[in-house]
């Protein structure tokens, strides 16, 4: 007979290891990167109600369809319990192996697989309210205090907007202001062997160069765009021993504070958030509540698969090296060749980064009050992948290197 307390130990038995398996992993790699909340944007609500289903949520629902077995079969319901540990013990350490083998020590993961079987059927057989994972309990609750409350997640949980824009100096002459920040755009791709922008692979560049001041030797001053971006709007150095965020709470003073009330904005930012809600808010809700909430989901089962798998298991998955989001893209099996700029976002597997400048151009409307027109977008951005006239070349998905890390065999 299955009684109250063997159903109290069987819920702790999942939530612990879910927690040691498959949460605290999430949270602790997380917590290294909140730039995966940045660029989504995420609120603080958001943030906790990640951190709640990842604790308690999902393996809550394991439990649940646990019981509802057991309404129909004791034995059903006992083989699913030892099914269940059984995975997240394997979920558990399967990690390990990465690191003692690599992707070559399949060996020593069937090696684990069997002990992990064997050491579920035992542990089954002696647990008593005594000898049971219960003393591991404040674990489940521990990580994502852990999480919430250190640096620098702490910042997006807890946030306060520091400046206010009615604090902005008064603009004597507001004109229209219109900014494009390309990602990794190599100036050397842009120019022939007189250094002077190719007119002829780059024509428009070229036109905007001779009506224009081009600051020749003007670069970013860091590498990554979550460093270089808040630079470029604030005018300041980056300080990457503080840790800062991209987004309003960090950088309170840009170049959208400055503009303040007396400027509209048409704002796309992607993986920063610069510009504060109170001038944004409308702008950064692309999504509703539900698409949000999905794309977090698939995002973080592929970081927790690549975190999971060995690279030979893995290399299959969306590549994480060129965003902070959207890692999950449709796959075509068909693609036309001959698909000219304004039409390629029907055929985008990444993402849909020339669909995303012609939106934003074709949005630049005259306005009675002065705008400032803003966009980051992911183009050129490894991998290069495009023609002058806006083609794409042919890759072969399967050609090492192109997609990431773990396609070179590395974890």
């Given at each position: 007979?299955?009684?109250?307390?063997?159903?109290?130990?069987?819920?702790?038995?999942?939530?612990?290891?879910?927690?040691?398996?498959?949460?605290?992993?999430?949270?602790?790699?997380?917590?290294?990167?909140?730039?995966?909340?940045?660029?989504?944007?995420?609120?603080?609500?958001?943030?906790?109600?990640?951190?709640?289903?990842?604790?308690?949520?999902?393996?809550?629902?394991?439990?649940?369809?646990?019981?509802?077995?057991?309404?129909?079969?004791?034995?059903?319901?006992?083989?699913?319990?030892?099914?269940?540990?059984?995975?997240?013990?394997?979920?558990l350490?399967?990690?390990?192996?990465?690191?003692?083998?690599?992707?070559?020590?399949?060996?020593?993961?069937?090696?684990?697989?069997?002990?992990?079987?064997?050491?579920?059927?035992?542990?089954?057989?002696?647990?008593?309210?005594?000898?049971?994972?219960?003393?591991?309990s404040?674990?489940?609750?521990?990580f994502?205090?852990?999480?919430?409350?250190?640096?620098?997640?702490?910042?997006?949980?807890?946030?306060?907007?520091?400046?206010?824009?009615?604090?902005?100096?008064?603009?004597?002459?507001?004109?229209?202001?219109?900014?494009?920040?390309?990602?990794?755009?190599?100036?050397?791709?842009?120019?022939?062997?007189?250094?002077?922008?190719?007119?002829?692979?780059?024509?428009?560049?070229?036109?905007?160069?001779?009506?224009?001041?081009?600051?020749?030797?003007?670069?970013?001053?860091?590498?990554?765009?979550?460093?270089?971006?808040?630079?470029?709007?604030?005018?300041?150095?980056?300080?990457?021993?503080?840790?800062?965020?991209?987004?309003?709470?960090?950088?309170?003073?840009?170049?959208?504070?400055?503009?303040?009330?007396?400027?509209?904005?048409?704002?796309?930012?992607?993986?920063?958030?610069?510009?504060?809600?109170?001038?944004?808010?409308?702008?950064?809700?692309?999504?509703?509540?539900?698409?949000?909430?999905?794309?977090?989901?698939?995002?973080?089962?592929v970081?927790?698969?690549?975190?999971?798998?060995?690279?030979?298991?893995?290399?299959r998955?969306?590549?994480?090296?060129?965003?902070w989001?959207?890692?999950?893209?449709?796959?075509?099996?068909?693609?036309?060749?001959?698909?000219?700029?304004?039409?390629?976002?029907?055929?985008?597997?990444?993402?849909?980064?020339?669909?995303?400048f012609?939106?934003?151009?074709d949005?630049?409307?005259?306005?009675?009050?002065?705008?400032?027109?803003?966009?980051?977008?992911?183009?050129?951005?490894?991998?290069?992948?495009?023609?002058?006239?806006?083609?794409?070349?042919?890759?072969?998905?399967?050609?090492?290197?192109?997609?990431?890390?773990?396609?070179?065999?590395?974890?």
């Amino acid at each position: 007979m299955h009684t109250r307390t063997d159903r109290l130990l069987d819920s702790l038995d999942i939530l612990i290891l879910w927690s040691f398996a498959v949460a605290q992993p999430l949270f602790s790699i997380l917590s290294r990167n909140a730039g995966f909340f940045s660029a989504r944007g995420s609120r603080p609500g958001e943030i906790l109600l990640l951190a709640a289903a990842l604790s308690l949520g999902l393996p809550l629902i394991l439990f649940l369809i646990e019981e509802i077995i057991g309404l129909t079969t004791a034995s059903g319901r006992r083989l699913f319990h030892l099914l269940a540990l059984a995975v997240l013990g394997e979920m558990l350490l399967l990690p390990w192996t990465k690191k003692v083998a690599g992707s070559a020590g399949l060996f020593l993961q069937w090696t684990l697989l069997l002990a992990v079987v064997l050491g579920t059927l035992t542990y089954a057989r002696i647990r008593t309210a005594r000898r049971s994972l219960a003393f591991l309990s404040p674990a489940v609750l521990i990580f994502p205090l852990i999480f919430l409350l250190t640096a620098p997640v702490n910042k997006l949980v807890f946030r306060r907007e520091g400046v206010s824009s009615s604090d902005s100096p008064r603009i004597g002459n507001p004109v229209p202001v219109v900014m494009v920040v390309f990602d990794e755009l190599p100036l050397p791709s842009l120019l022939n062997e007189n250094l002077e922008i190719n007119a002829f692979r780059y024509p428009n560049f070229a036109t905007l160069a001779g009506n224009a001041n081009w600051y020749r030797n003007a670069t970013s001053v860091a590498e990554g765009t979550l460093n270089a971006v808040p630079s470029i709007l604030t005018g300041c150095y980056p300080s990457p021993n503080l840790q800062r965020l991209p987004n309003s709470v960090d950088f309170p003073r840009s170049l959208f504070t400055l503009l303040g009330h007396q400027y509209n904005r048409h704002v796309r930012e992607d993986n920063t958030r610069l510009c504060p809600e109170s001038l944004c808010g409308e702008a950064a809700q692309k999504f509703s509540r539900y698409q949000l909430l999905r794309q977090v989901g698939s995002d973080l089962t592929v970081i927790y698969l690549h975190y999971l798998l060995p690279a030979a298991w893995s290399r299959r998955l969306p590549d994480m090296t060129n965003s902070w989001k959207e890692f999950v893209w449709k796959r075509r099996k068909e693609q036309k060749a001959g698909v000219q700029l304004g039409h390629y976002h029907d055929l985008m597997e990444w993402k849909d980064r020339p669909g995303e400048f012609t939106r934003f151009v074709d949005a630049i409307r005259p306005s009675s009050m002065p705008m400032l027109h803003y966009l980051h977008v992911l183009l050129p951005h490894a991998p290069w992948e495009y023609l002058p006239t806006g083609q794409r070349y042919t890759l072969d998905h399967d050609i090492r290197g192109v997609k990431g890390i773990n396609d070179q065999g590395v974890d």
